[in-house]
């Protein structure tokens, strides 16, 4: 028997998928696990080599491969292998959904790890915080103290300056009118006992001299001491 080529490569591809299930006799035909490659012609076993070889042994038994038509069992084939690729792109889109499930879980744990890590790191600026706060309170308290004691003595300071310049202003009216009375008393001396007279215009004018240098010593020390309160605001606010 001669065969075209494209029979005999047909048929050797037959043998390479079937192999040994289509050696069989016609007894072990008759046994219950025989293979169901046997009952199938050359046209149906080339028919089914359009399945995956784990799909053919089922889908023969299930669809009595052996006792259909050339068109019946192309069709079923077709129909078989459009339910696989259907299959296969379901199990696709599976894979695919559990890889993004996945990814977004991973995404969703550190999403709270860092959330968690913010929120510690939050906690523990508010400490922070107010640590800082209560140091501020204490030197506010105690910028407060210090004011009101700077007050206070500003306030001791004016009373002490009010009273000196109110005995100032009475001791000087007082001086004032003694001096006028000296003046008149010396006058009157002037014509009763000349020599007297010159005797108390000497001691007057001793108490001039000595008044108007303690009034000068006074004046200097004064401009002295202001000058280093100048000094001393200028200090402060370089």
Not at 54 to 72: L, P
Not at 117 to 132: R, Y
Not at 187 to 216: F, G, R, V, W
């Amino acid at each position: 028997v001669s065969y075209s080529q494209r029979t005999a490569d047909r048929m050797m591809q037959i043998f390479d998928e079937y192999g040994a299930k289509l050696l069989v006799s016609s007894e072990d035909q008759e046994m219950s696990d025989s293979s169901p490659v046997t009952n199938l012609t050359y046209t149906q076993a080339l028919i089914l080599l359009g399945l995956p070889e784990d799909q053919r042994d089922a889908f023969i038994a299930e669809n009595d491969a052996g006792s259909m038509s050339k068109q019946q069992l192309q069709q079923a084939v077709y129909v078989r292998n459009q339910e696989l690729a259907g299959k296969e792109e379901l199990q696709k889109i599976c894979d695919e959904q559990k890889d993004k499930i996945s990814k977004l879980s991973d995404e969703r744990d550190r999403a709270k790890k860092e959330a968690t890590d913010n929120l510690q790191a939050v906690w523990a600026e508010q400490g922070n915080v107010l640590k800082l706060q209560r140091k501020l309170d204490v030197l506010e308290n105690e910028n407060t103290t210090a004011k009101h004691i700077a007050e206070i003595e500003n306030e001791s300071k004016l009373l002490k300056l009010n009273l000196s310049m109110s005995q100032a202003d009475a001791r000087f009216e007082l001086i004032t009118k003694g001096l006028e009375e000296l003046f008149v008393a010396i006058k009157e001396m002037a014509a009763a006992d000349p020599d007297a007279c010159s005797l108390y215009i000497a001691h007057a004018n001793q108490l001039m001299t000595k008044t108007i240098n303690k009034l000068t010593r006074i004046e200097k020390a004064s401009r002295a001491a202001s000058k280093v309160q100048v000094n001393q605001v200028i200090d402060v606010k370089d």
